[in-house]
């Protein structure tokens, strides 16, 4: 398994080819390509490549799908005894984001169900039909 951890939108979080996440919204249209270069950790059939602070050579590519805003946040502020509230909503501006690949030095990593499509999985030369002994 293959996964990376990113730092976008002051957090940190590790995202893997081939899903999608919700991160702080970025200035960018939906179906655009972004690529991260804010990549702390890579690890690839168990080699972990850790960055001092980034991991030289290494991006993350992904299609932005979306953007949309969160679940509403209730922020309900009260002084007892003196009558005092305060009932305030807020709504955080979210942008949905499909990882497509990892790139460390030059070698891309990519979803399971991606990978190269050229090559078939199942010989397609026709079988010949066998005789039954039944007949």
């Known amino acids: 398994m293959t996964y990376a951890i990113i730092e976008t939108g002051g957090k940190q979080i590790r995202v893997e080819p081939g899903r999608f996440y919700d991160i702080e919204l970025l200035p960018i249209e939906p179906d655009e390509k972004v690529t991260i270069d804010y990549v702390l950790l890579v690890q690839h059939d168990g080699e972990v490549t850790i960055g001092q602070?980034?991991?030289?050579?290494a991006?993350?590519?992904?299609?932005?799908?979306?953007h949309y805003r969160g679940r509403k946040v209730l922020v309900y502020k009260m002084k007892p005894k003196k009558?005092?509230?305060k009932k305030?909503?807020?709504r955080q501006e979210v942008t949905r984001l499909?990882?497509?690949?990892?790139?460390?030095?030059?070698e891309v990593f990519v979803a399971q169900g991606e990978t190269e499509k050229e090559t078939p999985l199942v010989d397609?030369?026709?079988v010949e039909e066998v005789e039954t002994a039944a007949e």
């Open 83 to 85: 009558k005092t509230r």
């Open 53 to 57: 602070p980034l991991v030289t050579g």
């Open 124 to 126: 397609e030369t026709p």
């Open 88 to 90: 305030r909503g807020h």
């Open 98 to 106: 499909m990882i497509d690949s990892i790139i460390l030095n030059g």
């Open 59 to 66: 991006t993350v590519e992904g299609t932005v799908m979306r």
